[in-house]
């Protein structure tokens, strides 16, 4: 059992100001993985003071400096990924041959690699004129991160406010907390100077609304649910903070008339339930030709069915459990209540998949209904599929474009002029066309209520960046 109780303030391992001790619970197995503490507003006020102090001396460093910290971040945490891989699976169930070791833990990986490629080419200071445009490090961070991709999470936000010359406080989702003590151990070992980068576990009013409101966090980088972004926006607004809130999402995708539905379809229905469906972007909403759609249940059953649920730890499981009880009672909750509002079960359904008796599994399950269902309108974070009928191509983009979310669209097409068409009409922050998977040098985050701000990449670099107007300077 993991012991994960100290936090990371100051460049030390220190022992919470009271203690107040949370198991981590196995999803699969319902056994306690591990215990962490939660912290409490006098442990946010070490840590922000901690980052503050260091911010002076960080910001200044020169971009080399920083490089040589990334280069020695990428090179340490390449020695701790397979011990990453299993953390996450213990803490949020992914299975770990399948999900956790090549993308789980790779993930971070490419988020720290990227962002070395963005600090070594970026032009700090550009001249206009008399005037010098100076872009620099925008201050001290509060960066809360939620559970389903966890060690990405954090990596998308570590790396980039370490290169803009930002220091941080980050606050893991007590759901799946493991991955990021591993990453603040790797972070010590790499040589990142005290009080730039500081953990505080806890819960959203424990931890997450103190550092949220706190006076002396300048930037909130936030993903997870549109709920709590709303507080989290409300929070941050008397001191004026900056923010970018990555948020839920309900993703359509579009199957056009011209695509293999064979295999489009089976991808579609793949994609979806990778993670158990626990990602913003899955594609949850599968819009298809009303005229096909008897078509579209066979193959996407026969996907479906392709899936192995079960254990984990075991090579042959390419789907895990949910990752919290809560969690799983919320899904199972959203299908009954999906099929009684009138949802046709194609296949899945509430309860244990078969031969299941612990754990909290779901079994891949796909309705078929209209877009102002409600199992359509909102996020379910499981694996559970929406299809969708379409009369033609412009009520197509309408049905994709009837949501509050606006994060992710898929376009599949036998012509890939016609989906780059379709794909300009959709209002989200990426589309994906004929099954083009992520690109982590690539902005990620939505329009709506998705959220605000991008990730990854150049863009997410920039957003911990301040411009400065440096006038007459010539
Ligand atoms: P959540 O909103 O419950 O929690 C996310 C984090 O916020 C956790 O660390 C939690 O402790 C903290 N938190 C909760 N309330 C808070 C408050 N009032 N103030 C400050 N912090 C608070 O989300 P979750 O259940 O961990 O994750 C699932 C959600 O995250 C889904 O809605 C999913 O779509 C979203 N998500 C979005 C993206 C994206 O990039 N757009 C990526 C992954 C997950």
Known sequence: MRDYRKFYIDGQWVDPVKAADFDVINPATEEVAGVISLGASEDVELAVAAARRAFDSWSQTTREERIAVLEKIIAVYQTRMGEMALAITEEMGAPLESVSKPLQSAAPLMHFMTTLEVLKNYEFETQQGTTTIVHEAAGVCALITPWNWPANQVACKVAPALAAGCTMVLKPSEVAPFDAYIMAEVLHEAGVPAGVFNLVNGDGPGVGAPLTSHPDIDIVSFTGSTRAGQMISKAAADTVKRLALELGGKSANIIL???????????????????????????????????????????????????????????????????SAPHFAKVQGMIKDGIEEGAKLVCGGPGLPEGIERGYFTKPTILTCDNQATIAREEVFGPVLCVIPYKDEADAISIANDTPFGLSGYVTSGDIERARRVARRMRTGNVHLNGAGPDPAAPFGGYKQSGIGREWGLHGFEEFLEVKAVLGDN
């Open 257 to 323: 008339d011209d695509a293999d539905f064979e295999s489009a379809i089976t991808n579609a229905v793949e994609t979806m339930m990778r993670n158990s469906g626990q990602s913003c972007n899955a594609p949850s909403r599968l819009l298809v030709p009303a005229d096909r759609l008897e078509e579209v249940e066979a193959i996407a059953a026969k996907a479906a069915a392709a899936i192995v649920v079960g254990d984990p730890m075991d090579a042959a499981t390419t789907m895990g459990p949910l990752a």
